[in-house]
């Protein structure tokens, strides 16, 4: 039987030793074996009722003598015992503990449980300003959020608490003002019960579909099999050919546009990156609208980017510029649209022009009527793709080795993020090839406005990644005018739902209504003259 290994992490001060009080209580009522490594000693200490019982063994660890594979490997060896728990120091990074325990040798005798991140309530506003990439570092890669000292008469510190850990860390569990111990096991029991594996998260939606849709395929053959009449058997036929198609071409794309990214994210900060945006508002404007081509940010991280770049002083219609343009001017998009549209290659040069001057004159107009507060919201500084990742905390990571496991991460979590608006898209798209009747759509193309304006609208909703968007429009390229074709993929790229959600993050909800308004006015204006 593998040894469960749980991390309780926090500053000092934040309840982390009578934490693990409620942790021994438990396992002296099971009479299970434990050994706690404690890293630092604050107000409280461990139970002197379990320190003395033989099945638990406490063990002081110098305070800056690091962890070992081999230290806590013999450590199992010695105890065999049925749980490790070892107290971090707030101060220090996680990342490092993580991958230890994550080894190859650690591996064969124990297995990470949960990672448990205490946080004083009075205090956290403090740690998250002078010491954020400990803190964000922490809630990122924490299972449970225990949050100490809550204080009713200070609800909004409460919720601010919340919101930046669910914008840190979607699937975080949080303990929000706990009595005594026995409400800290309660729910530590509860959560430790949930299998991870199974959670609701965007990778298992992606498993899920493709799981539908296969089961939903071996059906059709099992029903063509067995010779059922009346079912009209071309029509999956189609479907599973356009669908899949979509799929294969589009996923090359993805790959590697996530990967330019993450290189991108990770290597070149913000601060990096506001060095090269000239003072002049001329010169501005334009390296606004060409850096995207030496920058192949992926639109899904292109919003905390520019959010960092108004903070470093990057004037708000250059920077809003930079935000909209990037994504269509981004290399790999522009591939992937020339080999969407193998034999109109002229498209790819329309989609840059059109979404190059609807990005400039949207710049132009907060030039013209410049907004006097745009007001970030306190949390801006925030990953807000979904992952600590789009921090410039990893863009201060030292060390290559580092700095290549950030990249590889930060791919992963950004190719299922996006992969799974692809699939939706992709279905909806060769459902709509196959179910809606051919001359609905031709009817529906007859007039450029109102084409342009479903197409725009399905660019939002669909959410689709600006490097395979082009596959899901050439689908509608025989049937729809060609500029609402060109306004799905313009559009898309500047604004979503996805990205939706991530101005609200960064901006007031006026301003961002303001941008919204703004870029699909513009769009449907430029894309109808």
């Known amino acids: 039987m593998k040894t469960n290994i749980i991390l309780v992490t926090g500053f000092l001060g934040a309840g982390k030793t009578s934490f693990i009080n409620g942790l021994l209580r438990e396992s002296y009522q099971h009479k299970s074996r434990i050994v706690v490594i404690q890293k630092e000693k604050g107000e409280a200490v461990i139970s002197s009722e379990y320190a003395k019982d033989s099945s638990v063994n406490i063990i002081d660890h110098e305070k800056d003598k690091p962890i070992t594979i081999n230290y806590l490997y013999e450590i199992i060896k010695k105890f065999s015992p049925d749980t490790l728990v070892i107290e971090c120091n707030g101060f220090d990074k996680l990342e490092p503990i993580l991958d230890i325990v994550d080894s190859r040798q650690l591996r064969k005798v124990s297995c990470l449980s949960n990672v448990i991140n205490l946080v004083d309530a009075k205090a956290f506003k403090m740690y998250f300003t002078n010491l954020k990439n400990n803190t964000v570092e922490h809630i990122s890669n924490c ?135 000239p003072k002049n508002p001329i010169l501005g404007f334009l390296f606004a609208l060409i850096s995207g081509v030496a920058l192949p940010v992926c639109d899904c991280a292109i919003v905390p980017v520019a959010s960092r770049l108004i903070k470093k002083g990057i004037p708000l219609p250059i920077a809003i510029t930079f935000m909209l343009a990037a994504p269509i001017v981004n290399p790999i998009a522009i591939a992937s649209t020339l080999y969407a549209f193998p034999n109109q290659p002229t498209t790819a040069l329309y989609r840059i022009y059109f979404g190059a001057t609807i990005a400039f004159f949207v710049g132009l107009i907060f030039y013209i009527f410049p907004e006097k507060d745009v007001a970030l919201d306190s949390l801006d500084n925030l990953a807000q793709c979904e992952c600590a990742v789009c921090s410039d905390y990893y863009g201060g990571t030292k060390g290559i080795v580092e700095k290549v496991k950030a990249i590889f991460k930060h791919s992963s979590m950004e190719f299922f993020q996006v992969g799974k608006f692809l699939i939706i898209g992709a279905f909806l798209s060769s459902l709509l090839q196959v179910m809606v009747p051919k001359d609905i759509i031709f009817n529906l193309g007859g007039t450029t406005i109102t084409s342009l304006l479903v197409m725009m609208l399905a660019a939002f909703i669909l959410s689709v990644c600006s490097t395979s968007d082009a596959f899901i429009a050439r689908t509608f390229i025989n049937q729809l005018p060609f500029r609402s074709v060109l306004g799905f993929m313009v559009v898309g790229p500047m604004i979503d739902i996805k990205n939706l959600s991530m101005l609200l993050g960064n901006f007031k909800k006026k301003f961002v209504v303001k941008v919204v308004v703004l870029i699909f006015f513009v769009a449907f204006v430029r894309l109808t003259i």
């Open 143 to 277: 299972d449970l959020l225990v949050v100490n000292k809550v204080s009713d008469k200070d609800e909004k510190g409460t919720l601010y608490i919340e919101k930046v850990a669910k914008k840190l860390n979607k699937n975080i569990k949080l303990l929000v003002g706990f009595q005594d111990e026995k409400d800290i096991l309660e729910v530590y029991e509860r959560s430790a019960r949930v299998n991870k594996y199974l959670e609701f998260n965007g990778f298992n939606l992606v498993i899920c579909f493709l799981l539908a849709v296969f089961l939903g395929y071996c059906s059709f053959l099992l029903t063509k099999w067995t010779n059922i009449h009346g079912f009209n058997f071309s029509k999956v036929q189609i479907f599973s050919t356009v669908f899949l198609s979509i799929l294969i071409q589009a996923v090359p794309f993805i790959l590697v546009g996530v990967l330019f990214s993450s290189i991108i994210q990770v290597f070149v900060t913000s601060e990096v990156l506001g060095r090269f945006f």
